[in-house]
């Protein structure tokens, strides 16, 4: 599904990415972990197309097309969903309204009709139960005024609606209590599907005892330092960076 | 500046779709303006003698004023004496008896601008009566409405029709002295639209008004004048637009709104005038005084409006709230972009016992447009338990425009409560990468999130106005994202 070869990326003339190589299949999910600052969300913000980055070497094949010759909104369209780390509020514009403007778009560009607003609430109902989620929260202006927690629920909310084929979880765990991150581990684990593949950016592993990951691999300073199975989560739990930082340097 | 940066500024390129000429035998006055000018306007029109009177002592006043500089708009002085007029569409005979007789090019171009006259196609529910350059050349309807009792009809028909009632409203809410575009409205105006709902009556459905400026080098200066007798109730719908030139055209009008006890009236206006090129070059001269004066106890005034067109917006739809317990309320919101300049908000001007008033403004500036909002809230010592709320709230697309904010407050009455909200805020990169990441393009999603922070101001707006308004935003938006 995804073949990442060879990237680098700067910002403001600065390398953050040094070379990154990633293969994900479809039905996998890989969980990347990494000390802070490794460049684990700029990875995801070129996945998704985010301006202001530079590649300066390497490739992206998503599907068999060049990723990084696609606008954001296509990519999306494409099937390439990113829940961001730090998800924007914005106001006037209600949940319900975004998502429906955002699964039509989704739909034209694939030649389907708009859905119908009765077919529409169906979706909707279902997919908030599945994050459980009040109905009450549809809406409310997108993530205003949202604790941390209901905005990380929100994205997978939009994921669930949106049924991505990539998903890029950026710690989606990140700040949620134990039945929050409970919920958000069941709303994944009931997409995961033989078509539809992960790849989850978290500090964690608590995340991994719920949603059990086929990769594990390790960014350090821009690089890939480590793969391995779920283990390896395990083994670094224990152990911390330092001593593949250390490798890595050696 | 960042990829995101440029999107914005592209996005914001504007497309105006009502932008076409028509070719009409007109009929036109060579430019200059003095009381020759004034008293052959007055006898092609036949008007009654008070009339003539009033023009003339407008235009002796006018004369003796100079052009306010007070607001927040720069343009060059503006030549009276290069301005005609008064240019009408070379009528047939006598002018259109029916419909069957309006010149069929002035039917088409009602058409495209999506306002059907064709009595087979009209607006459901909606009575409209157009006016082309100067003159009204249609109204539908008129039958339905006669028989409601509502009077619904151009300007100089009412002269010849109900010359009372002009002569007693008349300038009786905007004064000829008031201000220097009024004053020049008062010696030229040339039509417009005159209503009158007699007491008790609920109008049957919306009034409309489609303004239309076509020719070239011509002001136009409508007037406009509503009285909504007691217990009445009225809705009216105003639209404008005109065809691209590289000129700067004025637009001077009045309107005034006469509620008495127990009367409501509610106002909205979408104005999509020409607002010249991305460059600044052309587009209207919107300046216009419009007032309502809540004569009664427990009347109410309600304005709206979406104000996208226009080099220049310079108004302030005002309420008088002079019976006790009257209501005024505004709501509005001013897009601008490229080098389009508004200058707009409005006056409530608390006087009876118990007066209410809302004010809810959204501002939206993109390009290199500047928007400012200027209102002024006035509490006499007779309003006691006067209220106001008001919330001022300013978007920025971009960031080479600009918003500002005038809110003045003259409190005399201690018993009132009065509160002031403002915010201003950015479309920021972050929120449309997010929606572009949601699988929305830059367009929609600038359009989204402006008919979003709209909201409050559209669900104002009758139906068949909101959606209008919506696609206007949208449009306005619109770009070459390539
Ligand atoms: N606009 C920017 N200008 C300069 N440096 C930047 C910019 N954006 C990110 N960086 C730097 O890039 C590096 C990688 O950042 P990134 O956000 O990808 O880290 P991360 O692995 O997601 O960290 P965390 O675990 O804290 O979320 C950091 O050193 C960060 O400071
Ligand atoms: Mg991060």
Redo the contacts with the bound molecule.
């Keep these: 599904m995804l073949t990442i070869e060879n990237l680098h990326v700067s910002i403001d003339d600065k390398l953050i990415l040094k070379g990154i190589d990633l293969e994900v299949k479809s039905g996998e999910v890989h969980a990347i972990m990494g000390p802070n600052g490794s460049g684990?969300?700029t990875l995801s913000h070129i996945l998704a197309g985010k301006p202001g980055y530079t590649v300066t070497q390497g490739s992206i094949t998503y599907l068999g097309k060049d990723l990084l010759d696609m606008e954001p909104e296509i990519r999306a369209r494409e099937g390439v969903f990113l829940a961001f780390?730090y998800p924007v509020e914005i106001p006037g514009v209600s949940n319900i309204y975004l998502l429906k403007a955002a699964l039509n778009a989704i739909r034209k560009y694939h030649g389907l009709d708009e859905v119908d607003a009765m077919d529409f609430l169906k979706i909707i109902k279902q997919k908030t139960a599945l994050v459980e989620m009040d109905q009450e929260f549809l809406y409310r202006s997108v993530n205003q005024g949202f604790s941390g927690g209901e905005k990380k629920r929100n994205e997978i909310l939009q994921m669930a609606v949106l049924e991505p084929k990539l998903c890029i979880l950026?710690?989606t765990d990140s700040g949620l209590d134990i039945d929050a991150l409970k919920v958000v581990a069941n709303g994944v684990n009931s997409l995961r599907s033989a078509e539809r593949s992960f790849i989850m950016?978290t500090h964690y592993q608590r995340l991994l005892d719920y949603i059990k990951p086929d990769y594990v691999h390790v960014l350090a300073d821009g690089k890939i330092v480590k793969s391995g199975g779920s283990e390896l989560a395990l083994e670094l739990e224990k152990k911390g960076y330092s001593w593949l930082e250390e490798q890595a340097a050696a | 500046m960042s990829t995101s940066a440029q999107q914005i500024e592209n996005l914001i390129g504007k497309n105006y779709k009502q932008g076409f000429v028509t070719d009409l035998e007109t009929e036109s006055f060579a430019p200059g303006l003095d009381e020759v000018v004034v008293r052959k306007l007055s006898a092609i029109k036949k008007e009654p003698a008070f009339m003539l009177e009033y023009r003339l002592k407008a235009l002796r006043h006018w004369m003796t004023m100079k052009t306010p500089e007070w607001a927040f708009v720069k343009f060059k002085p503006i030549d009276y004496q290069a301005i005609s007029y008064y240019s009408a569409p070379k009528k047939k005979e006598d002018g259109p008896k029916s419909l069957d007789e309006v010149d069929p090019e002035l039917l088409d171009t009602y058409k495209k601008l999506g306002i059907p006259l064709d009595e087979q196609e009209r607006l459901a529910g909606v009575a409209v009566d157009a006016v082309f350059d100067s003159v009204s050349v249609a109204t539908t309807f008129k039958g339905k409405l006669k028989e409601a009792g509502v009077i619904f009809c151009p300007m100089s028909e009412a002269l010849q029709e109900y010359p009372e009632l002009v002569e007693q409203y008349l300038g009786s809410v905007v004064p000829h002295t008031d201000n220097f575009f009024a004053a020049l409205n008062a010696a030229v105006f040339s039509d417009g639209s005159f209503v009158y709902i007699p007491e008790g009556v609920r109008c049957p459905m919306e009034l409309s008004t489609y303004f239309r400026i076509n020719a070239a080098n011509t002001g136009q200066f409508e007037r406009t004048l509503i009285i909504a007798d007691e217990g009445s109730h009225v809705s009216y719908l105003e639209g404008c637009t005109a065809p691209m030139r590289d000129e700067n055209q004025l637009h001077a009008a009045v309107v005034e709104l006469i509620a008495l006890e127990n009367a409501e009236i509610k106002y909205s206006t979408v104005q999509n005038w020409y607002p010249g090129d991305k460059t600044g070059k052309g587009g209207i001269y919107n300046f216009v005084t419009k007032r309502a004066d809540c004569r009664g106890d427990n009347s109410k005034v309600s304005w709206t409006q979406v104000e996208t067109g226009s080099a220049i917006t310079w108004k302030y739809p005002s309420c008088i709230l002079r019976g006790n317990n009257s209501i005024g309320e505004f709501y509005s919101v001013a897009l601008t972009n490229n080098y389009q300049q508004a200058d707009t908000g409005t006056k409530m001007i608390h006087i009876g016992e118990n007066t209410s008033s809302t004010i809810i403004s959204k501002g939206i500036s993109a390009g290199k447009a500047q928007n400012t909002y200027r209102g002024l809230v006035k509490v006499l010592k007779s309003a006691k338990n006067a209220r106001n709320y008001t919330q001022c709230d300013s978007l920025l697309v971009g960031d080479r425009c600009g918003a500002h904010t005038f809110p003045y407050i003259e409190i005399k009455q201690p018993s009132a409560q009065v509160e002031h909200e403002a915010t201003t805020s950015k479309i920021s990169e972050d929120q449309l990468f997010f929606c572009q990441q949601r699988g929305l393009s830059p367009e929609d999603a600038v359009s989204m999130i402006v008919n979003g922070f709209c909201k409050e101001v559209f669900k104002e707006l009758p139906m068949e106005f909101a959606v209008e308004a919506q696609a206007l935003l949208g449009i306005s938006l619109e770009g070459s994202v390539g």
Excluded: A, N, V
Aim: charged letters at 50%; aromatic letters at 0%.
């Design positions: 684990k969300s780390q950026d710690e950016i």
